[in-house]
């Protein structure tokens, strides 16, 4: 079993920054790719941003494009997101998360393997 752990959630004004990091581990660890979702209250799960853990490709949504970065520590088992210029709408639970097969980066349904959440509060 894997197991994925946020952490470096919190509060913070807009225009601020935040890391979050992901930490695996548990069972010898061998994922396609790791993502970062979020969801807001009363929305749906949405992707954020993913890294492929072997060539370090990166994507992003369009939403956080220029602000986010998302970087990993293969070393470490470590994925971490990097958020710049934080706007109210970035208040959400931040979900990571891992998928061990091959296919889109973008939709929760194929990643195996989730952390609890962080939660990121913007405030105005």
């Known amino acids: 079993q894997v197991q994925l752990v946020e952490s470096g959630g919190g509060l913070v004004q807009a225009g601020g920054s935040l890391r979050l990091s992901c930490a695996a581990s548990g069972r010898t660890f061998s994922a396609y790719v790791m993502g970062w979702f979020r969801q807001a209250p009363g929305k749906e799960r949405e992707f954020v941003a993913a890294?492929?853990?072997?060539?370090?490709?990166?994507y992003y949504a369009n939403s956080v494009k220029g602000r986010f970065t998302i970087s990993r520590d293969n070393a470490k088992n470590t994925v971490y997101l990097q958020m710049h210029s934080l706007k109210p709408e970035d208040t959400a639970v931040y979900y990571c998360?891992?998928?061990?097969?091959?296919?889109?980066?973008?939709?929760?349904?194929?990643?195996?393997?989730w952390g609890q959440g962080t939660q990121v509060t913007v405030s105005s």
């Open positions: 890294i492929t853990w072997s060539a370090g490709s990166t």
């Open positions: 998360a891992a998928r061990t097969s091959i296919g889109p980066y973008w939709t929760p349904p194929g990643y195996n393997y």
